[in-house]
């Protein structure tokens, strides 16, 4: 079995090279889907400590990206074992970061994963308003809908856009997942959404729960 705490330091510390050899001698070694997924997440504590590491100052915005980007490549190289093998996907999912924040590592990783649990993900982008969720859902009927965001100021917008999406009359016809640092029970009531999330496989969980 791969060493998750190699993992975990390896992403923590950006080593691009040995959180790949890793990955890939794991991938070659035949895992079983459940060991894959112990491994997205000593891949998550990595981007954990990228995330402490960032709040302390001593990483940057372009450490925070680059983590994310490396990321998006642990889970493409995990993706054959962690369930994508099924071609049929299982469900939609319309997400974005919702409007005044631009973060998108959280929604990134989030996408991966739904991704590799065989969902069809369109991805808005950042700092979207509540148009721009309307006219999507509009547009190709999804199952979920996912809000992202890390600044307290999110909660609003989330808010908002799922009071936009009652007034469009579409509020029956998908199930909206929240998600990002200040989102609690008590949030997610405020805003009206059916789950919340601080954590990427929990929420693949939990959307992968509502399409079964």
């Known amino acids: 079995m791969i060493d998750l705490k190699a993992v975990?330091?390896?992403?923590?510390?950006?080593?691009?090279?040995?959180?790949?050899?890793?990955?890939?001698?794991?991938?070659?070694?035949?895992?079983?889907?459940?060991?894959?997924?112990?491994?997205?997440?000593?891949?998550?504590?990595?981007?954990?400590?990228?995330?402490?590491?960032?709040?302390?100052?001593?990483?940057?915005?372009?450490?925070?990206?680059?983590?994310?980007?490396?990321?998006?490549?642990?889970?493409?190289?995990?993706?054959?074992?962690?369930?994508?093998?099924?071609?049929?996907?299982?469900?939609?999912?319309?997400?974005?970061?919702?409007?005044?924040?631009?973060?998108?590592?959280?929604?990134?990783?989030?996408?991966?994963?739904?991704?590799?649990?065989?969902?069809?993900?369109?991805?808005?982008?950042?700092?979207?308003?509540?148009?721009?969720f309307v006219d999507k859902i509009k547009e190709v009927k999804p199952d979920i809908v996912g809000m992202s965001g890390v600044l307290t100021l999110a909660l609003e917008s989330m808010k908002d856009t799922v009071d936009g999406i009652k007034e469009a009359g579409l509020r029956d016809s998908v199930k909206i997942i929240i998600g990002g640092n200040p989102v609690t029970k008590e949030a997610c009531e405020h805003i009206g959404a059916d789950a919340f999330t601080t954590n990427a496989a929990e929420g693949v969980k939990t959307i992968q729960s509502w399409v079964q």
């Open 8 to 132: 975990t330091t390896a992403i923590g510390e950006l080593e691009e090279e040995k959180v790949l050899d890793l990955l890939n001698e794991f991938v070659a070694s035949n895992p079983s889907e459940e060991e894959a997924q112990k491994v997205v997440g000593a891949c998550q504590q990595g981007m954990a400590m990228v995330g402490d590491l960032f709040e302390s100052g001593e990483y940057f915005v372009g450490d925070l990206i680059f983590a994310g980007e490396l990321l998006t490549e642990a889970i493409d190289v995990l993706k054959p074992v962690i369930g994508s093998n099924s071609a049929a996907k299982i469900g939609s999912i319309v997400i974005a970061t919702v409007h005044g924040d631009l973060h998108d590592i959280g929604k990134n990783i989030f996408k991966s994963m739904a991704e590799a649990a065989g969902f069809e993900v369109y991805d808005l982008g950042i700092d979207q308003p509540v148009q721009a």
